[in-house]
């Protein structure tokens, strides 16, 4: 398995192109790998190596890059954590991927006593230690991205090279990536879609990227007007923000020749709109984190069928499963299965949940969906409660397991209510323990201190009794039926 978007295993890569920028600073690829090579002399002298996890927790900026293939660079493997996450949250990830070192904005660990770097000390030019000639093998784990699960804490997901390199090159080959092009980076890179279609395709394409680091919606239009991406990806909401803007605001966005939307299903109806405002095509696709970001995208160069998420990927094959384990044909319902060399390596330290999602060799989504006679998927349910609020994967039983800790609340549920911005956000239903009081204000300052802002409930309603199904369990289709009526 080819390591050619790693950079420093290009020698025809270290040249003067422009490679990464973000709003302080730009490298050319000879710059990029000089960084590279200084951040892992670095990292080394903080006992670093190979089978060592470097833990990333910064907002998108080069850095961010510098660091994770820096830790490349010398075997290691890195784990990037959500900037905003709280204390007990980054400790968790940090304490579960057994990181020798955090690199972040503070240069204090959220892990008392896990060694820290902080971002500004970043060595920026190599000393000339020697450093390992080919650290690296295709099944050597390059990445921990960590998404919540059903069954409660977040889990780390193992992604190898292989996994990475077969990823950028499906996304050139369907993307028909070039040295050309120009990726406007808007989503969070603690996510395998920045990582994989923002970042390591156009590196591999020998193409730039800029990196913004936050979405304004007018801000971001003015950036593709001055900078002349060629392409983008983003989530639904973003979309819905860009076209909800007054009809006066106009910018040149004659520069881009696609963009892809993901993480969340979109409305047929907001994608016409996005082509029409815009003049792009937008590439409608499907993954998860465990299939190494994507699996299925409408073609570039071909027939795109509204309402559906496209085709397999090259190099990947997309099935329909009935729970038997039995493959159905075109225009049945069942579970999508996945199989190809984008397929996780399995869950850090959790064997038992590895075998159930990699069962028969197939990856398990979890999700229901149908495929046509010409291997168009459509998505049609989720068999796991997840809520997909901006194209950020919410599991209500992390929300849960926090607000039963409330001494006052005796049950707990968390569904999702629709949201026209943000397609989904979660609510809570909450019992009292017997003869308590339930302070609603105290709950969501709970909430705060230990969940992140947008798994907080955006409405906690108080019941005597939650309603339960016929073998016992809270019945959340009827809690999700209340949530949409209580949003029309």
Known sequence: M????????????????????????????REFARRVDAAAEQFAEHGVGAGSVVAVMLPNRVELLIAVVAAWRLGATATPINPVFTDS?????????????????????????????????LRREPLGTPLPADPVQPQDLALLVYTSGSTGRPKGVMLTHANLSAMAASIVDALSLTGDDHCLLVLPLFHVNAICVSFLAPLLAGARLTVLQRFRPEAFLEAVEALRPTYFSAVPTIYA???????????????????????????????????????CEVLEGYGLTEGTCATTSNPLHGVRKPGTVGTALPGQRVAVMDPGGTLLPAGERGEIVVRGPMVMRGYLGRPEETARTLADGWLHTGDVGILDEDGYLTIVDRIKDMIIRGGENLYPKE???????????????????????????????LTPVDGATLDVDGVREHCARHLTKIKIPVAFSVRDTLPVNAIGKIDKPALRADAAAGAR
């Open 89 to 121: 949250e980054a400790a968790h990830q940090i304490r579960d991927a057994d990181a020798a070192l955090l690199v972040d904005a503070t240069g204090t660990s959220p892990d008392p006593g896990r060694p820290c770097l902080h971002v500004d000390d």
């Open 241 to 279: 923000h860009l076209v909800a803007l007054p009809e006066h605001v106009r910018t040149d966005t004659s520069s881009l020749r696609l963009t892809i939307c993901g993480a969340a299903p979109a409305p047929a109806t907001l994608l016409d709109a996005v082509r029409d405002r815009f003049g």
């Open 399 to 429: 929300i849960e397991t926090v607000l039963q800790a409330c001494a006052s609340v005796a049950q707990a549920a968390v569904v999702g209510a629709p949201h026209a911005v943000y397609g989904e956000v979660p609510v809570a239903y």
């Open 2 to 29: 080819s390591l050619a978007y790693l950079p420093w295993s290009r020698p025809d890569a270290f040249d003067d192109r422009p490679c990464v920028a973000d709003e302080h600073q730009e490298l050319t690829y």
